[in-house]
Structures are given as C-alpha cells and as structure tokens.
C-alpha cells in the first residue's frame, strides 16, 4: 500500500509564499512522473504541475513562473513552491503517483 501524505498549506497572504510538501511511504513512486492537482469548491480537480522520473516538469498556464515542482529521491519528497500566490490559487492541493492519491492540503490566499 503506498502513502501519500501532503503538508505545508495554510493560510497566507496575495503575494506571499508557501511549499507543499508531499511525502511517498516507499520508493515506488520513484519510477513514475508525480504531480500536483488542485481542487477549488464547485470546481473539478486541475493538473498544476507535475514531473517525470528524470526531472522534466510541466505547468498549468496559470502557475508558470509562479510555482515550481521538485521532487528529491533519497526523501521519497515532492515539493510545490508557492510564490506571489493569488487569491485564485485557494484550493485543496493533492498530489499523486500511478493514481495514488494523498489527502489534500488546504491552501487560502486572502488578506
């Protein structure tokens, strides 16, 4: 059975900076690409990031720039850094390996 366990949301200000982080139970997930989704309320989940088993990344039009996918090996670690965050950025961010899926982390962007 593979965890997936994310942390780092919280509350934060329009410009300001959070990491998400997402820790895998295991090494599995290391021979897939893992990504990052998002889920705002009324609206379905959308692709953010995500990144291959060699490092190759891909963004959302609406985070480039912005955010920033990474992923370290020996941790079983995937991060999301955050920065000049926006108000459309609120949501419940999730992130997933070979579809599995970790609980969320609340992320709020408001002053």
């Known amino acids: 059975q593979v965890r997936l366990v994310e942390s780092g949301g919280g509350l934060v200000q329009p410009g300001g900076s959070l990491r998400l982080t997402c820790a895998v139970s295991?090494?599995?997930?290391?021979?897939?690409?893992m990504a990052w989704f998002r889920q705002s309320p009324g609206k379905e989940r959308e692709l953010v990031a995500r990144?291959?088993?060699?490092?190759?990344?891909n963004y959302v039009d609406a985070v480039k720039g912005r955010f920033t996918i990474s992923r370290d090996e020996a941790k079983n670690t995937v991060y999301l850094q955050m920065n000049s965050l926006k108000p459309e950025d609120t949501a419940v961010y999730y992130c997933?390996?070979?579809?599995?899926w970790g609980q969320g982390t609340e992320v709020t962007v408001s002053s």
């Open positions: 295991g090494s599995i997930c290391s021979i897939y690409r």
């Open positions: 997933t390996c070979n579809n599995w």
């Open positions: 990144i291959s088993s060699s490092g190759s990344t």
